[in-house]
């Protein structure tokens, strides 16, 4: 088993540049997670999506952000147009969940993606 | 709403000594609890979880954490540190069956 996959695993842009992160989940797993790590706010769920379809967007920041699941085995998270402060380390984990929230059960996490934005 | 507070930043320990990690909780009813390790420039891997069954939680790497509710706490703990398991830990807690919250984080620095 592959894990989950993050590509690219390092991203240098300038400020005001498009920035597609990408994830392609673990095989047979229905849910699917967005996070961002920085020193000042720790890790934040951005969204999750469930069977392809996204539950809770809350934790985006503003409008930059967007996420889409197009099919079980693929997901992006862009950034439109990038700022300085969007600088961090983002994760995407992937869980099988059946029955209770999909939270409750194993998050596998994949290596992340180091976003610079300058 | 569901929390947790990790009680240090930073802990030092020399190889070969126990290992404690201070977890508390805060919960309006019987969480579930999990530890996950980050090691430098790697994604999280689950360490251990409770979720209501034995209080005394094994996990992977000898790693075990005890659920206290009385003291509402999730302690993570090791009789003997190795220099791997130099790390961030995380103790996270399941809010509303749908969100993990996780803590500041633990880093773990063990010294030869």
């Known amino acids: 088993d592959a894990g989950v996959i993050q590509s690219p695993r390092h991203e240098v842009t300038e400020m005001g540049q498009e920035v597609t992160l990408r994830c392609k989940p673990i095989?047979?797993?229905?849910?699917l997670f967005w996070y961002r790590q920085t020193m000042m706010r720790g890790l934040e769920l951005l969204i999750y999506?469930?069977?392809?379809?996204?539950?809770?967007d809350s934790g985006m920041p503003e409008d930059r952000f967007s996420a889409k699941m197009p099919n079980a085995s693929f997901s992006t998270l862009k950034i439109q147009p990038s700022e300085p402060r969007d600088s961090a380390v983002y994760f995407c984990?992937?869980?099988?969940?059946?029955?209770?929230?999909?939270?409750?059960?194993?998050?596998?996490f994949g290596p992340g993606t180091r976003l610079t934005v300058t | 709403a569901q929390s947790v507070t990790q009680l240090d930043s930073h802990v030092s320990v020399s190889e070969g000594t126990p290992v404690l990690l201070r977890c508390n909780y805060s919960?309006?009813?019987?969480?579930?609890l999990f530890w996950y390790v980050q090691h430098p420039n790697k994604g999280l891997q689950l360490l251990l979880k409770?979720?209501?069954?034995?209080?005394l939680v094994k996990g992977i790497n000898g790693f075990e954490a005890e659920f206290k509710k009385s003291e509402t706490s999730f302690h993570l703990t090791k009789p003997s540190a190795h220099m791997s398991d130099a790390a961030e830990y995380f103790c996270?807690?399941?809010?509303?069956?749908?969100?993990?919250?996780f803590g500041t984080g633990t880093r773990l620095q063990v010294f030869p």
């Open positions: 409770y979720t209501s069954a034995a209080t």
């Open positions: 996270v807690v399941v809010h509303n069956t749908d969100k993990l919250i």
């Open positions: 984990a992937s869980s099988l969940a059946h029955g209770w929230g999909p939270s409750s059960y194993e998050q596998y």
């Open positions: 919960s309006s009813y019987s969480p579930s």
């Open positions: 095989s047979g797993h229905n849910s």
């Open positions: 999506f469930n069977n392809n379809v996204p539950i809770d």
